[in-house]
Nanobody
Framework: QVHLVESGGGLVQAGGSLRLSCATSGSIFSISAMNWYRQAPGKQREFVARITSGGSTNYADSVKGRFTISRDNANTVYLQMNSLKPEDTAVYYC??????????????WGQGTQVHG
């Protein structure tokens, strides 16, 4: 199957920056989209950013202009977070969907990484 490993979370002062990473591994044939979600205490998980296989990106309104999603050729997805605010405090989850080598669709989630903004 597909395994996701996130890193880069931590504590940062308001206005600071962090860069999250999510590395994928497994029997992947192709990736359709790589996403970041977050879940603050007592709130539902919410969409943060997406990058498609073609490189198109979109963002939640709350992070536009501050966060940037990118990916490399090794199927690692990044989330550069600048001008962090206290309301960005949450557990951030990587989400990847695509197709396995055996041509079955998959959706996988990372374990989450804590960000204190």
């Amino acid at each position: 199957q597909v395994h996701l490993v996130e890193s880069g979370g931590g504590l940062v002062q308001a206005g600071g920056s962090l860069r999250l990473s999510c590395a994928t591994s497994g029997s992947i044939f192709s990736i359709s989209a790589m996403n970041w979600y977050r879940q603050a205490p007592g709130k539902q998980r919410e969409f943060v950013a997406r990058i498609t296989s073609g490189g198109s990106t979109n963002y939640a309104d709350s992070v536009k202009g501050r966060f940037t999603i990118s990916r490399d050729n090794a199927n690692t997805v990044y989330l550069q977070m600048n001008s962090l605010k206290p309301e960005d405090t949450a557990v951030y989850y990587c989400n990847v969907n695509g197709e396995l080598l055996r041509r079955a669709q998959f959706v996988s989630w990372g374990q989450g990484t804590q960000v204190h903004g």
